[in-house]
T-cell receptor, first 110, second 114 residues
């Protein structure tokens, strides 16, 4: 397909793990990203993974990349209420532009 | 170290008017990209500026134009505004040597066209 696809909504309980999934469009994408956007704010870069990697871990965040299926996931361990936000998956080719998904709205219930 | 800054934060215009949005990149960053984020959608790439020239452009009409200054700051101009131009306009800056893996976004300018 031509679009980066994400589920629109995810709801979890505080303390549980959250897994946000993304299917990207181009197997030649060089970098895959996860951005966080809180209400009324810009995009905050959470993490990125180079296309020759399968996994990247950064504190509570784990990114998994399946190049064969063009599938990217973001796992947030011990999810907190402050993690409630919209999470965007994006791909780039190391040149100039980035292609974003429509975002997954994560709601964390106490 | 200041991050990416954008001005103004909010703007209201009417159809047919023109608007100029401004962006200052992070210190040490020489490349600026502009994105349009419509409500409920992800950002869409408008164009990128490097060395004061437009390097790449997304699928936006010529009503959208830009400029980069010698200090690497940038402007986005939109002419003949349409209702559909209402969106959050995001600026992103990229470090020197084209290190695309670290692209940082500003807080955005929210434009409302009435």
């Amino acid at each position: 397909g031509e679009d980066v696809e994400q589920s629109l909504f995810l709801s979890v309980r505080e303390g549980d793990s959250s897994v946000i999934n993304c299917t990207y469009t181009d197997s030649s994408s060089t970098y895959l990203y996860w951005y966080k956007q809180e209400p009324g704010a810009g995009l905050q870069l959470l993490t990125y993974i180079f296309s020759n990697m399968d996994m990247k871990q950064d504190q509570r965040l784990t990114v998994l990349l399946n190049k064969k299926d063009k599938h990217l996931s973001l796992r947030i361990a011990d999810t907190q209420t402050g993690d409630s936000a919209i999470y965007f998956c994006a791909e780039s080719w190391g040149n100039n532009d980035m292609r974003f998904g429509a975002g997954t709205r994560l709601t964390v219930k106490p | 170290d200041a991050g990416v800054t954008q001005s103004p934060t909010h703007l209201i215009k009417t159809r047919g008017q023109q608007v100029t949005l401004r962006c200052s990149p992070k210190s040490g960053h020489d490349t600026v990209s502009w994105y349009q984020q419509a409500l409920g959608q992800g950002p869409q790439f408008i164009f990128q500026y490097y060395e004061e020239e437009e390097r790449q452009r997304g699928n936006f009409p010529d009503r959208f134009s830009g400029h980069q200054f010698p200090n690497y700051s940038s402007e986005l101009n939109v002419n003949a505004l349409l209702l559909g131009d209402s969106a959050l306009y995001l600026c992103a800056s990229i470090p020197g040597q084209g290190r695309q893996e670290t692209q940082y976004f500003g807080p955005g300018t929210r434009l409302l066209v009435l």
